[in-house]
C-alpha cells in the first residue's frame, strides 16, 4: 500500500485540521491503519488506528475526545479530524497500514507508511 498525506498547516491553538490520506496499490479496505506523529527533538508516538471495517477505533488518551479517525473504503482515504488543538500538538503527522486487519497502537507492526504533514498550532 502506497500512503500519501496531506492537510497540515498552521492553526490557533482551539481549532481545527482535517488531514487526508489516500492509500493506492494494494487493497485498502482489508489493512487496518492508523495515524503517528513526531513532534522536534521527540520521539514518534501513537495518534489513533481503526480497523478494515471502521467498526473498531482507539485512541492515544493524549487527544481522545478531541480527535477522530475514520476511513472511506470507497475514496480509499483514511481521515483524521482534529478539533481543539493544542500547541502540544504539533509535529509532524504520519499514515500507516498493517497487513492485519485489526488494531494496533505499535508502529512496528505497521509496513506501509505516508510522508508525513506538519501540524503546526500556536498559543
Known amino acids: 500500500v502506497q500512503l500519501q498525506a496531506s492537510g497540515g498547516g498552521l492553526v490557533q491553538a482551539g481549532g481545527s485540521l482535517r488531514l487526508s490520506c489516500v492509500a493506492s496499490?494494494?487493497?485498502?479496505?482489508?489493512?487496518?491503519v492508523g495515524w503517528f506523529r513526531q513532534a522536534p527533538g521527540k520521539e514518534r508516538e501513537f495518534v489513533a488506528a481503526?480497523?478494515?471495517?471502521?467498526?473498531?477505533?482507539y485512541y492515544a488518551d493524549s487527544v481522545k475526545d478531541r480527535f477522530t479517525i475514520s476511513r472511506d473504503m470507497t475514496m480509499n482515504t483514511l481521515y483524521l479530524q482534529m478539533n481543539s488543538l493544542k500547541p502540544e500538538d504539533t509535529a509532524v503527522y504520519y499514515c500507516?497500514?498493517?497487513?492485519?486487519?485489526?488494531?494496533?497502537?505499535?508502529?512496528?507492526?505497521?509496513?506501509?507508511w505516508g510522508q508525513g504533514t506538519l501540524v503546526t498550532v500556536s498559543s
Open positions: 481503526i480497523d478494515w471495517s471502521g467498526s473498531s477505533t
Open positions: 496499490g494494494r487493497i485498502f479496505s482489508s489493512n487496518a
Open positions: 500507516a497500514a498493517r497487513v492485519e486487519p485489526y488494531i494496533s497502537d505499535r508502529g512496528a507492526d505497521f509496513g506501509s
